[in-house]
């Protein structure tokens, strides 16, 4: 079997991520940095990839055949209240796994974000030039560009919102909970997304990966959605597909709210060449009833 490691094995995704790799043949490590897991059949352990020397260890010891890089700073306000830590892992942690998958001739795929552009001329192709306009966005199109310069052999995967149901929370679990508390969720009307499920997230890596080790995946796919959908449209679908009936929605303009990032207000991805390539994402509404009992 052939072995991948997947940093950030923890977080949203790679929660399912590593599953998933699983099925699909391959022997996975997956590293955590503060919140250890246990998932069958995935050994994991903790990696801070901040500390160069550690990363390189595990590299020389693990001699993986491929890398998927996930972990990451991820959320914008944090990056945006914590510069610093977000350049370090988000850029400087990235580019030096990179240099580490050079070294060892094997390939790197990288989950970048639906953030490097701002928003205002959506949808966005791959060969529209990054545009961020906070520095979450900033720092992933920085790595885009420093982790290609280390390692040729990359793939970057830019990710839409996502949303499931994982150990770690997406961005729904917040509203979920105060929906079902009976407290009214602001959401606005003006910030459009193209979400995609975690299960279908890690599909689309894992389709990648393989074209990757075939020497055939490109070297930047859009993995969106085929909905564009307010954020408020959204948390109307959660209401129907989950029928809470308690729920009280408040729409809201970005500009009403004040939030330490800036927030781009469309940035749906154009995923063609994902979707000729045969990602097939599903629409949110049956994607939430698939997963209704763990929600
Ligand atoms: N979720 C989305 O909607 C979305 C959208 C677009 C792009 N993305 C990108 O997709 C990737 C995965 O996102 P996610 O939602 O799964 O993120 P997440 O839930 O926030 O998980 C982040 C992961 O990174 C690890 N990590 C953070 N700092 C680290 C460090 N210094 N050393 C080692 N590990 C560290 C965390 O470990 P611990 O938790 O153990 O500390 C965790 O496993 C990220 O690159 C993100 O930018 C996500």
């Known amino acids: 079997m052939k072995k991948l490691f997947i940093t950030g094995a923890s977080g949203f995704l790679g929660w399912h991520l590593a599953q998933l790799a699983q099925t699909a043949g391959w022997q996975v490590y997956g ?7 246990e998932l069958a059949g995935v050994s994991s352990f903790p990696l801070d990839l901040t ?18 890089h996930l972990a990451a700073l991820s959320s914008p306000n944090a990056c945006e209240a914590e510069p610093e830590r977000s350049y370090q892992i988000n850029v400087v942690a990235s580019s030096e796994l990179a240099g580490r ?4 001739g094997i390939p790197c795929l990288f989950t970048s ?18 545009c961020p306009i906070n520095r979450y966005g900033e720092h992933k199109a920085m790595a885009e560009v420093e982790m290609r310069h280390r390692c040729p052999n990359l793939t970057v995967c830019r990710m839409p919102l996502l949303f499931g149901a994982a150990p770690a929370d997406s961005f729904i679990q917040p509203w979920l909970r105060a929906m079902r508390a009976g407290k009214a969720v602001d959401l606005f009307i003006d910030e459009i997304r193209n979400p995609i499920s975690g299960t279908d997230a890690a599909q689309g890596i894992l389709l990648t990966l393989d074209l990757l080790m075939r020497g055939q ?10 909905e564009r959908l307010s954020r408020y ?8 597909a989950l029928e809470i009936s308690e729920a009280k929605l408040n729409p809201r303009r970005q500009s009403e709210v004040k ?12 995923s063609s060449l994902a979707l000729s390539l045969g990602f097939r994402p599903s629409p949110l509404r049956p994607a939430l009833e698939a997963i209704r009992s763990q929600l």
Do not use: W
């Open 101 to 104: 998958c050079a070294e060892a």
């Open 217 to 226: 995946a490109p070297d930047l796919l859009h993995l969106g959605g085929t």
């Open 31 to 37: 590293s955590y940095q503060s919140r250890p897991i």
């Open 51 to 68: 500390d160069a020397v550690s990363v390189k260890l595990v590299m020389q010891e693990l001699k993986p055949d491929a890398v998927v």
């Open 233 to 240: 449209a959204i948390g109307q679908t959660l209401v129907a």
């Open 113 to 130: 974000s639906e953030q490097v552009f701002d928003g205002l001329h959506p949808p966005y192709r791959e060969a529209v030039p990054v």
């Open 259 to 270: 939030m330490a990032a800036p927030r781009p207000p469309d940035v749906s991805l154009d």
